[in-house]
């Protein structure tokens, strides 16, 4: 997907054909935008003094849902596209699930960015300050692990396609990286009664 925003329109390419197969409005403004993984839905999260908020659109038909009057900071898709994560620095990350639109019970910290884990169990947020990093639990909402990185507003935050590394880029642009714990340190991490 490509963002053209002189018309604020959204471009869908076929990278082999190196045609456009489809575009759409988008709302007016700059903001974070994320795809769900089929290709059904776009969240968007705009600032625009006529158009301030977070909302998802079925880019089939162009139906749009309006979420809140916020800007968030990190909106992004789980891997299965069944749920969505919305985060600020001024509200806690959330859950919501994509077909309901209904949030999730529990919140996470402040966010900058979001990213999943592929077996989505853990949430990752990427903080402001010396907590670059957290991730947390998505189904207790339990902290796990801080990662501590230099710099702030880690504003890109994901796990590696086999979960093995995290990454996080803090605002100057300087890219951290982590081994990622594997699960049964995280699971032996969880057991401890400390």
């Known amino acids: 997907m490509v963002v053209d925003w002189e ?14 197969t489809r575009s759409w409005s988008s709302p007016l403004g ?3 935008r994320a795809f769900s993984p ?7 999260s705009v600032s625009h003094p006529e158009n301030h908020g977070t909302s998802i659109q079925e880019l089939a038909t162009g139906l749009e849902k309006k979420l ?34 209904q949030q999730l019970a529990g919140t996470f910290g402040s966010a900058w960015s979001i990213g ?3 077996d989505q169990k853990r949430l ?8 670059s990093v ?22 890109f935050t994901a796990f590696s396609p086999d979960g093995n590394i995290i990454a996080s880029s803090n605002w100057r642009g ?8 594997s699960w049964s340190e995280i699971d032996a991490a969880e057991q401890d009664p400390k």
Do not use: Y
């Not at 009057?69 to 600020?88: C, I, Q, T, Y």
């Not at 957290?134 to 504003?155: A, C, K, P, R, V």
């Open 30 to 32: 700059e903001g974070n």
């Open 68 to 101: 809140d009057r916020s800007w968030h900071a990190a909106v992004e898709f789980s891997p299965d596209g069944k749920l969505f994560a919305l985060g600020g620095w001024q509200s806690p990350a959330r859950l919501m699930e994509t077909a309901t639109l």
């Open 124 to 131: 990752l947020t990427g903080g402001n300050g010396t907590e």
């Open 134 to 155: 957290i991730l947390w639990d998505i189904e207790s909402h339990e902290q796990l692990l801080i990662l501590e990185g230099q710099g702030s507003f880690f504003g």
């Open 174 to 181: 300087v890219l951290h990286l982590w081994q990622a714990p």
């Open 38 to 44: 089929d290709g059904r839905w776009c969240l968007m």
């Open 7 to 20: 018309d604020n329109t959204l471009h869908e390419w076929d990278l082999a054909s190196r045609r456009e």
């Open 116 to 118: 999943f884990s592929p």
